[in-house]
């Protein structure tokens, strides 16, 4: 499975960004999506998830109310939506495809979101 993101940019403080990943495949074994973040000097972290065939979501409390991902099974795509966007939101997006929601095998590029206060 291959995953391209896109969408990331410059964006001030509020604005809103779309990110979009694009899968080659969801093979059989892929059960969930999600976007992860990692700002120079931290960790990668989790955004959000949600699963391919359920479309049950998770959103990492910093994102919630903000944040909604969703996808196009048909197009093999994921999205997320980002609203009321913070300078602390600052950072490469990564998407990924996963046999569950805590286990991902699949990763695209990074994509750069950087927001201006």
């Known amino acids: 499975v291959q995953l391209q993101a896109s969408g990331g940019g410059l964006v001030q403080a509020g604005g809103s960004l779309r990110l979009s990943c694009t899968a080659s495949?969801?093979?059989?074994?892929?059960?969930?999506l999600g976007w992860f973040r990692q700002a120079p000097g931290k960790e990668r972290e989790a955004v959000s998830c949600?699963?391919?065939?359920?479309?049950?979501?998770y959103y990492a409390d910093s994102v919630k109310e903000r944040f909604t991902i969703s996808r196009d099974n048909a197009k093999n795509t994921v999205l997320l939506q980002m609203n009321s966007l913070k300078p602390e939101d600052t950072a490469v997006y990564y998407c990924?495809?996963?046999?569950?929601?805590?286990?991902?095998?699949?990763w695209g590029q990074g994509t750069q979101v950087t927001v201006s206060s």
């Open positions: 949600i699963g391919v065939k359920n479309g049950v979501t």
């Open positions: 495949e969801f093979t059989v074994d892929v059960k969930a």
């Open positions: 990924a495809a996963g046999t569950n929601y805590v286990r991902y095998e699949y």
